[in-house]
T-cell receptor, first 118, second 110 residues
């Protein structure tokens, strides 16, 4: 596709339920990122994938959050036993990272998934 | 801990005005600074800056980086109502993750 796509665009769930959010990166992009944007806050880094491996999971707020990426493409962010404080917009981004050129890649964002936990 | 601070937090101007948005940063290993425009959900990429003193320009928007004083500015000339958005500044410290500021909300009134 032309850009990063995410699904669903909106998700309303009840406290305690599990949710899965999906991200389809730009074709050929090697790196994939998940961020969270809460009301009135900046974007908060969650996790970064290079290929299928996640060298940096430092942003995941708790062990209820997990993510995987398969085939070097699609990624799924799973939140187990959702809490009201998980309500936010979850944004995915992708980039093409050249070897030894980390830090100068441009990340392109998807439209996000707005998660509301009742 | 890496830190990015944007100012002002919000700004209201009239169409045709020129605005300057500020971004200062403290990071351990600076690689690049990026500006994004966020209107609804997806932040859209504007500029990436890696070298001091070199202006990047796209139409009415321009940006410059000062690596000595650790800040960047984003200028918008002859503002239009379509420029109304949140402008985000982010810094990449070499681990491919971005540290974002909280953004500047710009409202351009007709």
């Amino acid at each position: 596709g032309a850009g990063v796509s995410q699904s669903p665009s909106n998700k309303v769930t009840e406290k305690g339920k599990d949710v899965e959010l999906r991200c389809d990166p730009i074709s050929g992009h090697t790196a994939l990122y998940w961020y969270r944007q809460s009301l009135g806050q900046g974007l908060e880094f969650l996790i970064y994938f290079q290929g299928n491996s996640a060298p940096d999971k430092s942003g995941l707020p708790s062990d209820r959050f997990s993510a995987e990426r398969t085939g070097g493409s699609v990624s799924t962010l799973t939140i187990q036993r959702t809490q009201q404080e998980d309500s936010a917009v979850y944004l995915c981004a992708s980039s093409f990272v050249k070897a030894r050129k980390t830090g100068t890649d441009t990340q392109y964002f998807g439209p996000g998934t707005r998660l509301t936990v009742l | 801990e890496d830190k990015v601070v944007q100012s002002p937090l919000s700004l209201v101007v009239h169409e045709g005005d020129t605005v300057t948005l500020n971004c200062s940063y403290e990071v351990t290993n600076f690689r690049s600074l990026l500006w994004y425009k966020q209107e609804k959900k997806a932040p859209t990429f504007l500029f990436m800056l890696t070298s001091s003193g070199i202006e990047k320009k796209s139409g009415r928007l321009s940006s410059i980086l000062d690596k000595k004083e650790l800040f960047s500015i984003l200028n918008i000339t002859a503002t239009q109502t379509g420029d109304s958005a949140v402008y985000l500044c982010a810094v990449n410290s070499g681990y491919s993750t971005l540290t974002f500021g909280k953004g500047t909300m710009l409202l351009v009134s007709p």
